[in-house]
């Protein structure tokens, strides 16, 4: 139903997250991306509140340990058995839970600066893929996690069609500085999140100076925009 990968560039700092899904608008429930503090995939049966609550105890210094703070974010849960969660933090530590009732084949597995999980696959073999694809990318940390879903599809990806994928990316401000979804799509989502990206990239930080300071800012490319 769900793979996904989140990981953390070393040379930048970024977090971040690429998620598919079965399901229609993956990207409303499953990816949570806080900048300085950490990245969250919650998966399989989703709760969204797992998202945020696990990055609460991450910021909070007394339990700073994604480990722990998985543990904690999950034993209020009372349906945990059903949750399939992964968890980096802003200094590339790593945990990941899939719980007994995990649909289907599912696997989770750690790489450097990054944590690959995924339910429904066609084979365990889709989750080692995504994270020695993300380990041997070059590129900008949203190449480097497109890389790691193009390698989940080439390896078989899910059992069944996948319909929706998103991308989102903290940086040094405290809103995602990428955030890519596409909802639906009879075929190939990924294929389009990636074509997203590519259109979104070169205006990037444009946005980003229009924030942060416009009197900067280059034109908006906008009728009467001079």
């Not at 070059?138 to 996948?162: K, N, S, W, Y």
């Amino acid at each position: 139903m769900t793979f996904s990968i989140v990981g953390r560039c070393p040379q930048t700092g970024q977090l971040g997250i690429a998620i598919s899904s079965s399901s229609i608008a993956v990207g409303a429930r499953c990816p949570w991306v806080r900048a300085g503090v950490g990245v969250v995939a919650t998966q399989n049966i989703t709760l969204p509140a797992l998202g945020p609550r696990i990055l609460d105890l991450l910021e909070d210094d007394a339990r700073g340990d994604p480990q722990a703070a998985l543990e904690l974010g999950l034993g209020s849960d009372a349906w945990r058995a059903y949750r399939q969660v992964t968890v980096i933090d802003n200094d590339g530590r790593s945990a990941f839970f899939s719980g007994a009732e995990s649909l289907g084949v599912h696997h989770a597995v750690s790489g450097r600066q990054c944590v690959a999980a995924g339910n429904m696959l066609a084979g365990r073999e889709v989750i080692e893929a995504m994270v020695q694809a993300f380990e041997r990318a070059d590129g900008m940390l949203a190449d480097r996690l497109l890389a790691a879903m193009h390698a989940a599809i080439a390896a078989g990806g899910e059992a069944g069609p996948v319909h929706s994928a998103a991308l989102k990316i903290a940086g040094d401000v405290s809103w995602p500085i990428v955030d890519l979804r596409i909802d639906w799509a009879d075929d190939g989502p990924i294929g389009k999140l990636d074509e997203l990206w590519q259109a979104y990239r070169p205006q990037m930080q444009d946005y980003l100076t229009r924030a942060l300071n416009p009197t900067v800012a280059p034109g908006y490319g906008v009728p009467g925009d001079e």
